[in-house]
């Protein structure tokens, strides 16, 4: 799936296209993980890193851990061995 946002350029002088896209991807991750909408794979692939690196992001934000349920765990694996 392919969204696209305007925005106007001048607020974002000081980063690339390509790093606004990044953050916006990554904030959210974790609002949709923090919401329960993505379980943790879900939200690693939409903000594009690997399970580590979301888990000290969410340290960073102060966003409490989930434990997943053995369904969510399964759906994670299927979405991984697919690609």
């Not at 939409?46 to 765990?73: H, N």
Request: glycine share 6%; proline share 5%.
């Amino acid at each position: 799936m392919e969204v696209t946002i305007t925005l106007p350029s001048s607020q974002f002088i000081a980063d690339s296209p390509e790093r606004v896209a990044s953050k916006i991807r990554l904030y959210a991750a974790l609002g949709m993980y923090q919401s329960g909408e993505l379980s943790i794979g879900a939200a690693c692939e939409l903000a594009g890193v690997d399970r580590y690196v979301f888990l000290a992001l969410l340290k960073r934000e102060g966003i409490p851990v989930k434990t997943q349920t053995p369904d969510e765990l399964e759906a994670d694996f299927q979405r991984l061995t697919q690609s």
